[in-house]
């Protein structure tokens, strides 16, 4: 199994960037789905980004589409989601998230998430 550890979240205005991270322990990162997922208050959990095993095949919600780019990097255990064009309805706490499969539906071992804030 797979822990996660995420970073990276703020405060920033609409039409800004952050990049969040997350952090993997466990020796078998290589053949895990890696995603990520958010929730904003009063709204159930959603996703945002996933990206394969193989560091390739990105798949996105439409909401974040071409705003947003995910990646991995294999030497250092990390997932990253680089987040550009910032709107306030992006704003929610960002989670981690791995899975054996592709399906949305089969992610878990959910880090603590951290949270993002886009101002008007």
């Known amino acids: 199994q797979v822990q996660l550890v995420e970073s990276g979240g703020g405060l920033v205005q609409a039409g800004g960037s952050l990049r969040l991270s997350c952090a993997a322990s466990?020796?078998?990162?290589?053949?895990?789905?890696m995603g990520w997922f958010r929730q904003a208050p009063g709204k159930e959990r959603e996703f945002v980004a996933r990206i394969s095993w193989s560091g390739f095949s990105p798949y996105y919600a439409d909401s974040v589409k071409g705003r947003f780019t995910i990646s991995r990097d294999y030497a250092k255990n990390t997932v990253s989601l680089q987040m550009n064009g910032l709107k306030p309805e992006d704003t929610a706490v960002y989670y981690c998230?791995?899975?054996?499969?592709?399906?949305?539906?089969?992610?878990?071992?959910w880090g603590q998430g951290t949270q993002v804030t886009v101002s008007s």
């Open positions: 998230a791995a899975s054996r499969t592709v399906h949305i539906k089969d992610f878990g071992s």
């Open positions: 466990g020796r078998t990162f290589s053949s895990y789905y």
